[in-house]
């Protein structure tokens, strides 16, 4: 049995796919401990929680504007009071593999320095975060506190990349990464009479999003569907839903996804993956223009499962788009035919395999 460390943030859509990697490493029997901010809690029950409280600043139920975030992410990759304690816990753990989220790069570049097997997981495609963050405002002023992105990366012995390899547009390098696929599991949809849209925005509230609910209920009001908007834990009193429109402050994807005909979302890898794991098409509404959602978006619909439209688009272009979705076949064909390959793939399972290999890897100290 190994004795693993899983560091991780609660961000929102980088938790499934990393607690699918550390459920799978303990269901295989080994030993898995994860450190995290005190809202990671939850998600990472039953496994043993360490609380970071130094990473109290980041939390996905406080709204916060695209500066604050930006600063955030910046302080989650170079706080040194942050890196102190990560350390202090891995000396007491002791363990055989670190696993850190690549959002810690700074956490990573530490764990690495100090002799520890390192593995970086980076939940969403590679290419938001060696282009778009790496070398963006994120990226260049976490270097300017010498905690450079890329350079924490390349030190680790290995990278985990846990999404589906054909839509991510990222070039392969050479060695020392790996795809696994989507963590994401469905079962094929088989959609109700009359269309069942899902409606599911960031977990974490973000600019514009409440006055983007509004309109899609508005948009999903005027025609022949049946609506459920879920708000992650917003308070459901920023909708005033019409008739056919069910809003909940929480709701299980497991339940809606395998009866919908439509999701409409943010773009955010969680539950794009998750609608198309199910073979669900979407309607994508990106809400940061900073994170992966934009990218991620433009990648399903050039593949042909999806459109994606402005965050402030008004009721009318937002319904026009859900009957073009719903009267069009080749949406949902294209999404079937995705579902399928991400069914057909066990994310959790291949990163898992990818990690034990690393316990073989000499240890640095």
Known sequence: MARFALITFPGGGNLPPLMRLATELSARGHEVHVLGAPDVADAAAPLPFVPLPEMGFWTWSVPRSVLTTLMQAVRLQSDRALEQRVLAELDRLRPDVVLVDCLLSGCGRRAVAAGYRTAVLFHTYLDYWTKSLARGPVGMLAALRGRSPLRSWDAAQLRIVMCDDLLDPSTRPASATVWTGSGERGIAAHPEDPPLVVVSLSTSELPGQAAAYRRIA????????????????????????????????????????????????????????????????????????LLDQPMVARSVQTAGAALVMSRTSAPSAIADAVARMLQDPSFAAVAGTIGARLRDTDGGARAADAVLELLAAPVAR
């Open 218 to 289: 508005i948009a999903l009001g005027s025609l022949p569907v049946q609506a459920v908007i879920t708000l992650g834990g917003t308070d459901p009193g920023i909708v005033n839903p019409p008739s056919n429109v069910e809003v909940r402050g929480r709701a299980s994807h497991a339940e809606l996804l395998p009866r919908a005909s439509l999701v409409i979302g943010h773009g955010g890898l969680s539950t794009t993956f998750r609608a198309l794991a199910h073979g669900v098409p979407l309607l994508l509404m990106p809400m940061n223009p």
